[in-house]
């Protein structure tokens, strides 16, 4: 089993920047790809970024040129850098592993959501 501990939400106006940050931990072999989601009330779970094991990135329109999705594989970890947040920014938002555990199986795991919201 394998836990997603997120971190780095927060209240900012817009204009400001927030940094999140999602650490695996449990019994896995390999990460095969990590992302961010996020949801908004009343609407959809939608991809935000992602990122392979090696290194692709790829960026919802909304917020290309504004985030930045990074890895630290030393530590499993995964970041989302937001800047230039807008009140359109905000969600939960989830971050998304999908590892290798073995036997032939990749399963998805879920953080527990962290909390953007951003003020005009």
């Given at each position: 089993?394998?836990?997603?501990v997120?971190?780095?939400?927060?209240?900012?106006?817009?204009?400001?920047?927030?940094?999140?940050s999602?650490?695996?931990?449990?019994?896995?072999?390999?990460?095969?790809?990590?992302?961010?989601?996020?949801?908004?009330?009343?609407?959809?779970?939608?991809?935000?970024?992602?990122?392979?094991?090696?290194?692709?990135?790829?960026?919802a329109?909304?917020?290309?040129?504004?985030?930045?999705?990074?890895?630290?594989?030393?530590?499993?970890?995964?970041?989302?850098?937001?800047?230039?947040?807008?009140?359109?920014?905000?969600?939960?938002?989830?971050?998304?592993?999908?590892?290798?555990?073995?036997?032939?199986?990749?399963?998805?795991?879920?953080?527990?959501?962290?909390?953007?919201?951003?003020?005009?």
């Open positions: 089993q394998v836990q997603l997120e971190s780095g939400g927060g209240l900012v106006q817009a204009g400001g920047s927030l940094r999140l999602c650490a695996p931990s449990g019994i896995f072999f390999k990460i095969n790809a990590m992302g961010w989601y996020r949801q908004a009330p009343g609407k959809q779970r939608e991809v935000v970024a992602a990122i392979t094991s090696g290194g692709s990135t790829n960026y329109d909304s917020v290309k040129g504004r985030f930045t999705i990074s890895r630290d594989n030393g530590k499993n970890t995964v970041y989302l850098q937001m800047n230039s947040l807008k009140p359109e920014d905000t969600a939960v938002y989830y971050c998304n592993c999908n590892v290798d555990i073995g036997w032939g199986r990749s399963p998805d795991y879920w953080g527990q959501g962290t909390q953007v919201t951003v003020s005009s």
